[in-house]
């Protein structure tokens, strides 16, 4: 009997997908068009609880003192679980939506608005959310939202990102961010440079030093970094250059071997050079994703459920970071992948921001529209699933 409520429930929820599938792709078209960057996302926001609100979802507005935050909830018919489905939104700078979020975005809202438009109230017990975090590109938005208690209460979490390939289970790397500041004396440059102390010169030493420590780092940690400020003028003697790195590894405790030997480069380019360096990490660690192999399988069921094909893991590529990891160590949570172009196209990438609009996009977010939304049911009608994923949780180390 549950069973067949269940069935019914997912078929009306499916259809109601395909039905909502133009206007979903109109929004995901019009984020992509209006890239805005973190904590700044206050169009895509706009249209997203717009439609939700439309389609009979209770939205909030700004949840966890974030202003581009949302909390959409499709109640049940009793109390019981919550579930999150979670959206994200923002954009690279310069290069737009090269990471595809507007994808994320329509399909983390269509899977609520389907839910609440073929349903109205859930023939369950328990809950769906949809929220909405702000920020993932560079500023930890959904650690912001649990610090606020805006995760509190939600029994399970699960979002899709776009990429090319699908796969319903995929490592994300910690991450720690660094700002490096090396600090010297400005002098002429030509008149009388032996009087001056070249900050420059720490900050190319340093580069210098990450490159040769590479060599001797496990091959799936990453160190990378950019030059903030590189000096004023060719004719002054930089007094001040500035630099951001993020420290990336499998695991935390790696990333906090990576921050120590940072540290020691940093020193030695300071004292190579005579200036003075401050390395100040960001308080806010990303974590790597912590797996949950009985929340991917029903998400890979209703993948098969639908007829989306999931694809092998090719190995071409290493692995990107999520705040959502953070989210995963806190309760079960799933961040699968979702084919929205060919193969071997790179994120962050110009050519992956045209991908993110193309029919291959609209394919990949009406499918993880569905999935979601799916996998959401089968969690508050099926107890027992959601219990499994929680003693999963409460087994293992992420
Ligand atoms: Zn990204
Ligand atoms: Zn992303």
Same mark, same amino acid.
Request: aromatic share 6%; proline share 5%; charged share 20%.
């Given at each position: 009997?549950?069973?067949?409520?269940?069935?019914? &429930?997912?078929?009306? $929820? !499916?259809?109601?997908?395909?039905?909502?599938?133009?206007?979903?792709?109109?929004?995901?078209?019009?984020?992509?068009?209006?890239?805005?960057?973190?904590?700044? =996302? *206050? +169009?895509?926001?706009?249209?997203?609880?717009?439609?939700?609100?439309?389609?009979?979802?209770?939205?909030?507005?700004?949840?966890?003192?974030?202003? /581009?935050?949302?909390?959409? /909830? $499709?109640?049940?018919?009793?109390?019981?679980?919550?579930?999150?489905?979670?959206?994200?939104?923002? &954009?690279?700078? %310069?290069?737009?939506?090269?990471?595809?979020? %507007?994808?994320?975005?329509?399909?983390?809202?269509?899977?609520?608005?389907?839910?609440?438009?073929?349903?109205?109230?859930?023939?369950?017990?328990?809950?769906?959310?949809?929220?909405?975090?702000?920020?993932?590109?560079?500023?930890?938005? #959904?650690?912001?939202?649990?610090?606020?208690?805006?995760?509190?209460?939600?029994?399970?979490?699960?979002?899709?990102?776009?990429?090319?390939?699908?796969?319903?289970?995929?490592?994300?790397?910690?991450?720690? #961010?660094?700002?490096?500041?090396?600090?010297?004396?400005?002098?002429?440059?030509?008149?009388?440079?032996?009087?001056?102390?070249?900050?420059?010169?720490?900050?190319?030493?340093?580069? $210098?030093?990450?490159?040769?420590?590479?060599?001797?780092?496990?091959?799936?940690?990453?160190?990378?970094?950019?030059?903030?400020?590189?000096?004023?003028?060719?004719?002054?003697?930089? =007094?001040?250059?500035?630099?951001?790195?993020?420290?990336?590894?499998?695991?935390?405790?790696?990333?906090?071997?990576?921050?120590?030997?940072?540290?020691?480069?940093?020193?030695?380019?300071?004292?190579? !050079?005579?200036?003075? !360096?401050? $390395?100040?990490?960001?308080?806010?660690?990303? @974590?790597?994703?912590?797996?949950?192999?009985?929340?991917?399988?029903?998400?890979?069921?209703?993948? *098969?459920?639908?007829?989306?094909?999931?694809?092998?893991?090719?190995? =071409?590529?290493?692995?990107?970071? /999520?705040?959502?990891?953070?989210?995963?160590?806190?309760?079960?949570?799933?961040?699968?992948?979702?084919?929205?172009?060919?193969?071997?196209?790179?994120?962050?990438?110009?050519?992956?921001?045209?991908?993110?609009?193309?029919?291959?996009?609209?394919?990949?977010?009406?499918?993880?529209?569905?999935?979601?939304?799916?996998?959401?049911?089968?969690?508050?009608?099926?107890? *027992?699933?959601? +219990?499994?994923? #929680? @003693?999963?949780?409460?087994? /293992?180390?992420?």
């Amino acid at each position: 009997m549950a069973a067949d409520a269940l069935d019914q &429930a997912k078929t009306k $929820v !499916t259809e109601a997908v395909d039905r909502l599938a133009d206007d979903l792709e109109a929004i995901s078209h019009q984020i992509h068009a209006t890239p805005e960057l973190c904590f700044h =996302e *206050e +169009q895509a926001a706009g249209w997203l609880t717009m439609f939700l609100e439309k389609h009979g979802a209770r939205v909030e507005r700004g949840v966890g003192g974030l202003p /581009t935050a949302f909390r959409a /909830t $499709v109640e049940g018919q009793a109390a019981g679980p919550t579930i999150a489905i979670m959206a994200e939104y923002d &954009a690279l700078p %310069n290069i737009g939506h090269a990471c595809g979020h %507007n994808v994320i975005a329509t399909a983390g809202t269509g899977a609520g608005a389907a839910i609440a438009a073929a349903l109205g109230t859930l023939p369950f017990a328990g809950r769906i959310q949809v929220i909405g975090t702000p920020a993932e590109e560079g500023g930890a938005g #959904k650690v912001r939202l649990m610090e606020a208690g805006v995760f509190k209460g939600v029994d399970a979490a699960m979002m899709i990102h776009g990429r090319c390939g699908t796969q319903v289970w995929r490592p994300t790397l910690g991450i720690i #961010k660094v700002k490096c500041e090396f600090f010297g004396r400005a002098s002429h440059a030509s008149s009388w440079p032996w009087s001056g102390v070249n900050a420059l010169n720490a900050m190319i030493q340093l580069f $210098v030093s990450l490159d040769q420590m590479r060599q001797q780092l496990r091959p799936d940690a990453r160190v990378h970094g950019i030059i903030t400020m590189g000096g004023d003028q060719a004719n002054i003697i930089p =007094e001040h250059t500035a630099s951001e790195f993020y420290l990336r590894a499998p695991t935390k405790d790696y990333c906090k071997e990576l921050l120590r030997r940072f540290e020691a480069c940093a020193q030695g380019a300071a004292t190579a !050079t005579g200036c003075r !360096t401050v $390395v100040t990490s960001d308080p806010i660690i990303h @974590d790597p994703l912590k797996a949950n192999f009985t929340m991917a399988e029903l998400f890979g069921k209703n993948l *098969e459920r639908i007829d989306f094909p999931v694809d092998p893991d090719d190995g =071409e590529a290493g692995y990107g970071s /999520t705040d959502c990891g953070n989210v995963s160590q806190a309760l079960p949570t799933i961040h699968p992948y979702i084919r929205i172009s060919p193969d071997g196209i790179p994120g962050h990438s110009r050519e992956f921001a045209e991908w993110a609009k193309s029919p291959l996009a609209r394919a990949g977010m009406v499918a993880g529209a569905k999935a979601l939304a799916l996998t959401a049911l089968d969690l508050v009608a099926r107890p *027992e699933e959601l +219990q499994r994923a #929680k @003693d999963e949780f409460a087994r /293992t180390r992420g």
